[in-house]
């Protein structure tokens, strides 16, 4: 059997922040998800903003946790390498009714220890974003308001966390959690049973299925769609920073931002639903965007969209963000409700959850050779010429340009396959660098990258996957 | 950075890069570079393995291999120089340099006494045109696909249906069931067939495809793989007719929807961009708006017919190295070419008049099918250029020739015309 | 019978009707030029396509010989060829117009390399 100290299930944003956190400290530690790649569920598919939670609900832990974790961007990113850029929010009243709406929401704001927020006349406004609906009648600036690449940075803590000793076990399901005396025993999954003293159920949409093995179901996940549109980045009608709605007693609402990588992201919708495997777009859900967003912004042009996607975030019923641990079952750590706030409060939740085990009894002892940096992939498009230069005479590789709209390299591909943690399927190779996320989603560098793939990994192009076990891009050899 | 000098670079191996760079050594130019991203030369050609190519030019029904190796033994013979996987990252038009990336020699800055863009075209996506759903595999442009069965050796799906009746897509079909798979249908937006006649009788008709106009597909399914589509007639503002809705199960969509010039360079450069073709403004010697670049093929605007990118390509390289030679016409006046009665652009869409007189072609798309016209070429009020047509239709281009020395002071205008 | 065809010697794909029976033509009306009177005759008696497609290279497993049958067989052996040519394999390094199968399916057509390969 193997053995460990802790079992994190769920390889996510948050769970990838817990097992960085856990690898500072003298325990081991197994990540164990049933994705065959990190982030592989709702960190994939966000906003992919930081927030600085002026909006949260004050007192709760989910406030806490989202302003304690914004001012920990600045280093994290630097550390690991991640790209992130300190945008800030504008938040536009366009009407005489939401105008009113602005001293409520700055006050709240001040509730939740967000003291930066300020108030902008619809001139600065419309200085600030020229894009802006005229209509504006004033609004508030959130500085702090952040975006990121979430892929990168869950791919980093996870990458960090494992040059840290941290052992992953991708493509592995959980099947069952064995207990005994009221203590944690060991968990079962698909590549064999894993004795270990502690159980973080980091599952994000499947945390109840994980919880009820336990026996500690006291909630449900209901899964919240939200669709998107991804836009050119030569599109012609573009915002400087991340545009959001006056939220609404129903909904958040639509907001338009631009990605750290210069496209423009608009959405979401917020649909709860059933199934946690339906992530469908549709054209009720992509027209509501539509509409919404030009009451912000009058012309975003959704014509000059390169790709629509939708993302579940794990709600719960009942609502909020949770963590538990419980009396009569002693390593058992249980975290509920990371929704849309999730990517942002992940890295605060790692401390949170050690701390938490301390005050419970764990001895964790601080390691004197914790490697706190990570490297990323070298991104060819972005050098001075003569680095470029440097890069082909030092790899050939460098040389080859598999993407052409993203102009990157096969040198990159094939460092995103060959890491730790390295990418397996097509869908991978996109999040680590971003072959496939231009314009053409793909036409041209797809075959090429289930080519190279198959050549890196030594398999036949069939059992190249777009992501998950069953998304195979080909059928096999038309000629044998 | 290695530097390397040239008469004229042209930037893409392809058919239009081929016949350019022909053609400029032909006229006279010392020195000419193709700069090829792939790994060979012929563009997309080496995909289409599949006949109808140069039935205009040669008279004979050659395959896509067949057609672009006239031209690469043509450029063997004339000493045509070429860089192999190489990706041009830059065009300076001011000091006439093309920066790309090599294997052997880093990152190479070539200085060029002109230069000819001719990077053909990419395919539009299934996002371009929102078709809601899952993002499953088994989801490809049918070039994608294409390639994938053609040059790499593999079998995109077994149950397939393509939506868009362009010619690529209907290849396509009869591509996949030669290789053993199943068709199920071919969805059409439009009332009418976006590609050739000829693809439709040979690739569908033939194998009892059908062919489902004015359809869509409404949604995919699957999460893993492509479970199947729903797909709807649409009324007559192209909206689905939900009640009407039917779901067909396969394992594959493949896109053939409309290219698109692949401008990324063109555009970086400052070069004055054409709203409707979405590719550089030209004039009839494929002069871009920056006077050391020049332009030709799909990078212009999209052919159906690769013969029509050859004439244009040979025009581009020939006054490529009249401009690197310093023998390019002076122009006394340039005037924009306009659009009349169904004519959705024209390409030149400008006319350069010099001293001498010449019989330039205009290559036009009509917006919508029509039956019994007449071409007309305007300049004011009088009709300069004639031509009786039996019918026009947007997926075939037209071409009508005329003499600069017919063009007076008025405006130059193309229309069709219903004849009487 | 009659049977509608549309031309495809030009563009224009003028639809002939060819009123007839098994390899006997009555009549022919609809085109327009001599070579449509010629395609749609010969398309109601026997009709015959170009076939193109690939066979594997010996020794390589990511590149493909791309072939044509020389001149066009009869349309209803396509797929029978297809089986041939699917078996069938190529030596390098071949010349375009090499024969790679000889009289596929007793047609009495060759089908021959599209391309060089080295």
């Known amino acids: ?480 | 950075m290695y530097n390397m000098n040239y008469d004229v670079v042209v930037v893409g191996g392809g058919p239009a890069g081929l016949a350019a760079a022909v053609s400029a050594k032909e006229e006279g130019a010392e020195k000419v570079l193709i700069i090829e991203r792939d790994n060979a030369l012929g563009g997309i050609l080496q995909q289409c393995i599949h006949p109808g190519f140069g039935l205009t030019r040669f008279k004979e029904e050659l395959t896509g291999p067949e057609y672009y190796s006239r031209f690469t033994d043509k450029a063997e013979e004339v000493g045509v120089e070429y860089l192999l996987n190489s990706m041009v990252l830059q065009i300076d038009t001011e000091n006439k340099q093309v920066i790309c990336t090599n294997g052997e020699y880093g990152m190479v800055c070539v200085n060029a006494g002109s230069i000819v863009l001719s990077m053909g075209c990419r395919e539009r996506t299934r996002a371009n045109i929102v078709v809601p759903g899952t993002r499953p595999a088994g989801i490809y442009t049918a070039g994608a696909a294409q390639r994938l069965v053609n040059r790499q050796n593999t079998m995109v799906g077994k149950k397939v249906v393509i939506l868009g009746s362009g010619d690529i897509g209907m290849i396509m079909a009869r591509r996949m069931t030669l290789e053993g798979a199943q068709v199920v249908m071919v969805v059409e937006l439009m009332d009418y067939l976006a590609g050739l006649t000829r693809n439709r009788v040979q690739c569908l008709d033939d194998f009892g495809i059908p062919l489902k106009l004015a359809h869509t597909i409404t949604k995919i399914e699957g999460n893993e793989r492509v479970t199947g589509v729903y797909v709807a007639p649409v009324d007559e503002n192209k909206k689905p007719i939900k009640e009407k809705e039917e779901f067909v199960s396969c394992d594959t969509v493949l896109f053939s929807v409309g290219l698109i010039p692949e401008n990324e360079l063109t555009k970086n450069a400052s070069i004055e961009i054409n709203r409707i073709t979405n590719g550089p403004v030209v004039n009839q010697y494929m002069q871009t708006s920056a006077p050391a670049v020049f332009a030709c093929g799909n990078v212009v605007h999209v052919n159906d017919l690769v013969d029509n990118v050859s004439a244009e390509s040979e025009q581009a390289g020939k006054y490529a190295a009249r401009f690197a030679m310093g023998k390019f016409p002076a122009a006394k006046k340039e005037i924009t070419i306009q659009t009349g009665n169904n004519v959705r652009y024209v390409c030149p869409h400008k006319i350069s008049l010099s001293d001498e007189a010449e019989k330039i072609d205009l290559y036009f798309r009509v917006l919508h099918p029509e039956k019994g016209v007449s071409l007309a070429v305007k300049c004011g009020n009088e009709i300069i250029a004639q031509k009786k047509e039996f019918k026009v239709n947007p997926g075939e281009m037209n071409c009508i020739t005329v003499d600069t020395s017919k063009v007076t002071d008025g405006e130059i205008t193309v229309e069709v015309m219903k004849e009487d | ?118």
């Not at chain 1, 592995?172 to 944690?184: A, L, P």
């Not at chain 1, 409060?345 to 949170?352: D, E, N, P, Q, T």
């Not at chain 3, 072939?67 to 029978?80: A, N």
């Open chain 3, 1 to 118: 019978m009659k049977k509608e065809i549309i031309c495809t010697i030009c563009p224009r794909g003028c639809t002939v009707v060819v009123d007839g029976d098994a390899g006997n033509v009555n009549s022919v009306e609809g085109y327009s030029c001599k070579r449509g009177l010629e395609f749609a005759t010969a398309e109601f008696v026997s009709p015959v396509r170009i076939l193109t497609t690939t066979v594997k290279i010996s020794g390589k497993e990511n590149d493909l010989l791309p072939v044509r049958s020389k001149s066009p067989v009869p349309k209803d052996k396509l797929l029978e060829c297809m089986e041939v040519i699917k078996k069938a394999s190529a030596n390098v390094p071949v010349k375009r117009n090499d024969v790679i199968i000889a009289n596929i399916c007793n047609t009495g057509i060759d089908v021959v390399a599209t391309k060089d390969v080295k």
């Open chain 1, 1 to 480: 059997m193997l053995k460990t100290d802790v079992v994190v299930i769920g390889a996510g944003a948050v769970g990838c922040a817990i097992a960085r956190e856990l690898s500072k400290y003298k325990i081991n530690v197994t990540v164990v998800d049933k994705n065959e790649d990190v982030g592989g569920d709702a960190s994939k598919s966000n906003s992919a903003i930081i927030h600085t939670g002026y909006d949260a609900a004050p007192g709760t832990l989910e406030s806490q946790l989202v302003v304690a974790a914004n001012p920990m961007y600045d280093e994290i990113t630097k550390d690991l390498d991640v790209p992130f850029k300190r945008i800030g929010a504008i938040l536009p009243a366009i009407t005489d009714e939401q105008f009113e709406k602005l001293p409520e929401i700055k006050e709240k704001a001040f509730r939740n220890h967000v003291y930066d927020v300020e108030f902008k006349t619809k001139e600065e406004l419309l200085e600030m974003e020229p894009e802006l609906n005229p209509e504006v009648k004033g609004g508030l600036f959130i500085p702090r308001e952040s975006i990121i690449d979430p892929f990168i940075l869950v791919q980093a803590m996870a990458e960090n966390a494992n040059a840290n000793g941290v052992e992953f076990m991708l493509g592995t399901k959980v099947t069952d959690i064995k207990t005994e005396n009221g203590k944690i025993k060991s968990v079962v999954t698909t590549a064999g049973e894993i004795e270990t003293k502690y159980v973080i159920n980091s599952a994000g949409l499947y945390c109840d299925e994980i919880a009820e093995m336990v026996g500690k179901a006291e909630y449900k996940v209901v899964a919240r769609k939200g669709q998107f549109y991804i836009l050119d980045n030569k599109t012609s009608c573009q915002v400087n920073y991340i545009v959001l709605p006056i939220p609404t007693k129903v909904t958040k609402g639509k907001l338009m931002c631009p990605t750290i990588h210069g496209n423009m992201l608009v959405g979401p919708t917020a649909e709860d639903q059933e199934s946690k495997v339906d992530k469908s777009t549709s054209t009720e859900g992509l027209e509501s965007i539509a509409t919404d967003v030009r009451n912000l912004v009058p012309n975003v042009n959704l014509r000059d969209t390169i790709t629509q996607y939708s993302g579940l975030r794990p709600n719960r019923n009942p609502e909020g963000l949770n963590f538990d641990m419980y009396d009569d079952l002693e390593g058992y750590i249980n975290l509920s409700g990371v929704r849309s706030t999730g990517l942002t409060l992940s890295v605060a939740m790692g401390k949170y959850v050690v701390q938490q085990m301390m005050y419970h009894g764990a001895n964790l002892e601080f390691k004197d050779n914790f490697i706190s940096k990570r490297k990323g992939i070298i991104k060819f498009c972005e050098q001075p010429v003569e680095v470029q230069d440097a890069l082909i005479k030092e790899n050939p590789l460098y040389g080859n340009v598999i993407c052409r709209c993203e102009t990157i390299t096969e040198a990159e591909i094939v460092q995103a396959i060959n890491r730790p943690i390295g990418a397996k399927s097509v869908d991978a190779v996109k999040r680590r660098v971003r072959a496939g996320m231009g314009r053409c989603q793909g036409g041209f560098c797809g075959p090429k990258v289930i080519e190279i793939l198959a050549r890196e990994l030594n398999c036949a192009p069939e059992d190249i996957n777009k992501n998950n076990p069953g998304s195979y891009m080909v059928t096999g050899r038309s000629r044998v």
